[in-house]
């Protein structure tokens, strides 16, 4: 067809004039004799490019979306996908294989041995759940937010004024100690369920739960959560920082070195995401359908199959650790640092895989196992066209890797530089004989680590409104904390121990076994108001009636806490509230 004569549907396309040359195209032997040519310092930056931007332009998710019959763990699609990421070039961004592999049905799989030890690598501090608690959990974790909370009280008390009647006038400086208890309520709330903070302290018959007023007082409890703190503020003068989680990031560090410098994993890891529940307004927070928590803050996580957290980040749109261009690749590269290069298998879901992940991290001597989209870039023309009746399956290998499909329900895709497409028959739940290819059945074995530690979780949630993010993302990390004690101490101790119990124990133990002192009311004495220059009596406002809104003066006041107080029954409930 001419080129210069219009189409039946489109605009007049103006000829091409005899003076201008038409481009000339660079043939295959002309390029390579040109690179061959090239200087040394040859930038070889054209040839990253972003994973994400693999596929072809069709998009088939619900192929990969089923891995089995109902009981089996189906893949979690992530619907947010990598649009969400802002653009922006990484230093860890995959190189991307130029040469098409040569697919055939050959098998040519590698053998990579696992050469660490799966161990504790200290001395395991003892046989009660406390125990291994306090080493994860140790002195530098509550220190670190005991000097950040009092800096933060100090700025607010100069920021506010000491006013006479306001909570913040009567902050005193929380200790390591008094932190303890403070995590400690909190994980209670977890166990005991009421729609209020402050019902946990009421003394009402339906309600009375003495375990919190003999522990901590109301207003200092509140008076603690309030100014709860991690991280220095910038000041006025200071640029705000780039980093999202500045307010929290202390805390992340210190969970991820911690585990790093405790425990060395199975072979058999698995990356996977985690929702916190978050609906208030925040830039980074996400919206994943089929999570149990379709919004909140989305939580990139390293896991054992039986939900130990290794390592986890925090997705933030522009990650600092693992963003911009290649983001599924490049979290997968950060979680999996100073892990690669000892013969570790690594479970996904097609949200990360890839043929050229596969590759990059088989260089590393790391297996990898999952679903895979049939549109990501290099899958085998010939399985993405196979058209198969239920059981059947087919795959290709081609460089150390193999892609294959399974006709199940529906069609299912994976990947694997592991296991051979060997089909493995076995008895599921209902006792019926079933095949599945290899891949597959492993998969399903060892990929459900997140959603063991999402299940256990969900049992005792410490879940409460109006919380500033970074404080709900602290009680998480705290909770997470705990819920990897309780797996090591399964794992070492007690296989048959219950997190109900391990947790009931651990809170029992962080509480003072005495109750607090309580307010000695008779230094709390009735005094009169003190007089003015001419001998006049003056009068205060009651404060107990205000609490109530009423409007009452009196010449009446307290000796020591110098607020004024009607004789009856003012100064007996004033005192009362104190104590709770």
């Known amino acids: 067809m001419d080129r210069n004569v219009p189409g039946p549907s ?41 994973v994400d931007e693999e ?48 697919w055939s049905d050959t098998p040519d799989l590698l053998d990579i041995p696992f050469t660490k030890t799966n161990e504790f690598l200290w001395p395991f501090p003892g046989s009660k759940p406390i125990d291994i608690f306090n080493f994860l959990v140790d002195d530098t974790f509550y220190q670190k937010i005991v000097e950040e909370t009092n800096a933060y009280a100090e700025d607010v008390l100069l920021e506010q004024g000491f006013l006479e009647y306001s909570r913040i006038s ?18 209670h709330t977890g166990t005991i369920h009421l729609p209020r903070l402050k019902d946990y302290w009421k003394t009402d018959r339906l309600f009375n739960i003495p375990s919190f007023r ?16 991690f991280s220095k503020n910038p000041t006025k003068n200071e640029p705000k920082p780039e980093d999202r989680l500045f307010k929290i990031r202390p805390l992340i560090h210190y ?20 929702m916190m529940l978050y609906r208030g307004r925040l830039s980074f927070r996400q919206y994943i359908p089929n999570k149990r928590h379709k919004y909140g803050i989305k939580f990139y996580m390293l896991t054992e199959p039986d939900g130990l957290i290794l390592k986890f980040l925090i997705y933030t749109g522009n990650l600092a650790d693992a963003g911009g261009k290649g983001h599924a690749a490049n979290v997968v590269l950060h979680l999996l640092e100073g892990k690669l290069d000892q013969g570790h298998c690594v479970f996904m879901d097609n949200y990360y895989n890839s043929f050229t992940l596969s590759r990059q991290l088989l260089e590393r001597k790391t297996h990898t196992t999952g679903t895979l989209r049939i549109d990501r870039k290099y899958s085998p023309k010939s399985v993405k066209e196979a058209k198969l009746k239920k059981g059947e399956t087919v795959a290709k290998y081609a460089n150390n890797v193999m892609i294959g499909k399974w006709r199940d329900k529906r069609d299912v895709t994976y990947i694997s530089t592991e296991f051979k497409n060997n089909l493995q028959t076995f008895f599921n739940k209902r006792g019926k004989e079933v095949s599945k290819p290899l891949p597959v059945l492993k998969y399903n074995n060892y990929m459900g680590g997140v959603d063991r530690q999402d299940q256990f979780m969900s049992y005792y949630p410490c879940r409460h409104k109006s919380l500033r993010w970074y404080k709900k993302v602290a ?14 101490y399964k794992k070492y101790v007690s296989p048959r121990a219950t997190l109900y119990d391990f947790r009931l124990q651990i ?29 006049k009596i003056l009068r205060k406002r009651c404060a107990s009636c205000s609490q109530r809104g009423v409007r009452k003066d009196t010449s009446l006041m307290c000796r020591i806490c110098k607020v004024g107080l009607c004789l009856e029954p003012c100064f007996e409930l004033y005192h009362q509230n104190m104590q709770n």
């Not at 003999?214 to 703190?229: K, P, W």
């Open 10 to 50: 489109s605009s007049k396309k103006p000829k091409l004039s005899k003076k201008t040359p038409l481009k000339k195209y660079l043939t295959h032997d002309e390029l390579e004799k040109l690179l061959y040519e090239s200087d040394d310092d040859f930038d070889e930056s054209y040839l990253v490019k972003d």
């Open 55 to 102: 596929s072809s332009g069709e998009e088939d998710v619900s192929q990969t979306e089923n891995l089995g019959d109902d009981e089996d763990r189906a893949c979690e699609e992530s619907i947010d996908d990598m649009d969400t990421v802002e653009e922006g070039e990484s230093s860890q961004s995959p190189q991307v294989i130029c040469d098409e592999p040569a």
């Open 170 to 187: 009567r902050w005193k400086p929380v200790t390591i100690e008094e932190l303890k208890i403070f995590f400690s309520l909190i994980l």
């Open 214 to 229: 003999d522990s901590m007082g109301r207003d200092r409890f509140f008076l603690i959560l309030r100014c709860l703190h």
């Open 255 to 274: 969970f991820n070195n911690k585990i790093n410098d405790t425990y060395y994993p199975t072979q058999n890891l698995s990356i996977d995401e985690s």
């Open 475 to 488: 009680i998480h990390v705290y909770q997470l904390l705990l819920l990897n004690s309780f797996f090591l």
């Open 507 to 535: 809170i029992a133990a962080l509480l003072p076994e005495k109750p607090k002192e309580t307010v000695n009311f008779p230094t709390h004495l009735l005094t009169q108001c003190p007089k003015d220059g001419k001998g």
